[in-house]
């Protein structure tokens, strides 16, 4: 049964930084898909980042320079390190899974909980 689980997130100020964990389980890290979203109460989720199995990524323009997705397959976790953090990324952040390539687009198959990320200014 694949599984996901999101940890690191927290409350920083506007500049801070903040490293997202996503720890996998039921599959091989490496043969996957994998992707961050995040979702603004009363906005719709979006695509953060994304990395397909060949090792390629997208990376959505708003957070463009500031935030690098990357793995450790030996530790079976996915990570997200947001740098220079602004009060507009407050969300919850959802890492995702599938076999499929689905870059930033949230169709997914396997979704984690969330953790959530608030930047005050």
């Known amino acids: 049964q694949v599984q996901l689980m999101e940890s690191g997130g927290g409350s920083v100020q506007s500049g801070g930084s903040l490293r997202l964990s996503c720890e996998v389980s039921?599959?091989?890290?490496?043969?996957?898909?994998m992707a961050w979203f995040r979702q603004a109460p009363g906005k719709e989720r979006e695509g953060v980042v994304s990395i397909d199995s060949d090792g390629s990524t997208s990376v959505a323009d708003f957070v463009k320079g500031r935030f690098t997705i990357s793995q450790d397959n030996a530790k079976h976790t996915l990570y997200l390190q947001m740098n220079s953090l602004q009060p507009d990324d407050t969300a919850m952040y959802y890492c995702?899974?599938?076999?499929?390539?689905?870059?930033?687009?949230?169709?997914?198959?396997?979704w984690g909980q969330g953790t959530q990320v608030t930047v005050s200014s």
């Open positions: 039921g599959y091989t890290l490496k043969t996957y898909c």
């Open positions: 995702a899974a599938d076999w499929k390539k689905w870059w930033l687009l949230p169709t997914y198959q396997y």
